[in-house]
């Protein structure tokens, strides 16, 4: 399998750090400021401590529709590809932002972007969602099933899957990450090719609790945990600290077992939900800080599953990447679940 392009489009609301906390402030205007200040304090230092500068947010004055930036990603990577609409026999929408639990996403896009031949599904595993499409279309693509697939993703977050309240200061433990998030949409088009990819993965189900957005009926299906809904029904809870931690000794392991000289892949592209836990954690297992492409986190945000696709396209605009380079592709997602892909 090969990458035939990829494509991104962020909206055009470049929101930096002093523009979140302004925000922030601006959404609690009844918390005293006693109470407000210390946590706006606080929330500064850990964005400035995790690398990030900038996030982009559709602008709500100019009313930007998510629909419009997929649509938009679509039709630069068909036209990167030299192919038009038609050509494409399999469309995947994959990850968390998304406009429908039923049906697939994939339809609606199918439909507006006139692939009137394409097969259509959803992929879903939290920031893994891309790792997992590449990985089925490569084995669709080797069976012959299919010739061209697109994986798309549209990461909007924006007044859904949020929490603005500020509550005390432990409440950050699990609500900061929210402050990290990003959005982007990304359409990446992949055909047959001799190369073949290698992906290893694993997973820690025992930490599935740590990371979250629940449903109304979500206590009905697993058993209750302390863990989950603590800024309610739809809303995002993340314990950071404890993810990175547990993510990055599995991925410490998976490199150790699959990659035998680490120093050799040209880059390594993580999702990143921060950048500093890649540059002090990587190196003790053998990948040099330098090899480690962090520019999407600190420019972007955490971009969720549209973060490994985002960072290609940007390493590839800037040649840092070209045809047949070795990399890995090394997210850590909720679950906890992490792969190698390389």
Not at 89 to 104: K, M, N, Q, S, T
Not at 239 to 252: D, M, N, R, T
Not at 296 to 302: A, D, E, L, T
Request: proline share 7%; hydrophobic share 40%.
């Amino acid at each position: 399998m090969k990458i035939a392009s990829v494509a991104y489009r962020v909206p055009s609301w470049k929101v930096t750090n002093d523009d979140l906390l302004s925000y922030l402030d601006k959404c609690n205007p009844n918390v005293p400021a006693h109470k407000k200040l210390p946590y706006l304090k606080i929330v500064e230092k850990l964005l400035r401590q995790t690398g990030a500068e900038s996030r982009h947010w559709r602008d709500p004055e100019t009313k930007e529709q998510a629909s419009d930036l997929i649509l938009e990603a679509i039709n630069d990577a068909l036209e990167q590809a030299n192919l038009s609409a038609t050509d494409i026999d399999l469309l995947i929408y994959c990850g968390v932002g998304r406009g429908f639990l039923e049906p697939a996403n994939a339809y609606f896009y199918a439909h507006a972007a006139g692939m009137n031949r394409a097969n259509c599904f959803d992929i879903t595993d939290a920031c893994m969602s891309w790792i997992r499409a590449t990985h089925i279309a490569q084995l669709m693509l080797k069976a012959g099933t299919f010739k061209r697939v697109m994986i798309i993703n549209g990461e909007f977050h924006l007044g859904f899957h949020d929490n603005w309240e500020i509550r005390d200061l432990r409440s950050l433990e699990y609500s900061f990450p929210a402050y990290t998030i990003g959005e982007a949409a990304t359409a990446t088009i992949l055909t047959p090719s001799e190369q073949d990819w290698k992906f290893a993965y694993s997973s820690k189900p025992e930490f599935a609790d740590l990371c979250t957005i629940p449903l109304p009926s979500h206590a009905n299906f697993v058993k209750p945990s302390e863990n989950i809904g603590h800024n309610g029904i739809y809303n995002f809870v993340s314990y950071g600290q404890e993810i990175f931690h547990a993510g990055s000794a599995c991925l410490g392991e998976l490199i150790e077992n699959n990659i035998d000289y680490p120093e050799q892949n040209v880059w390594y592209f993580p999702h990143a939900p921060s950048k500093k836990i890649y540059e002090e954690d990587m190196p003790k297992y053998g990948v040099p800080a330098e090899k480690i492409y962090l520019k999407v986190y600190p420019q972007f945000g955490n971009l969720v599953s549209a973060s490994i696709p985002v960072g290609l396209s940007l390493a590839k605009a800037e040649k840092k990447i070209k045809p047949g380079d070795p990399i890995a592709l090394i997210p850590v997602s909720a679950g906890i679940v992490v792969p190698i892909n390389h």
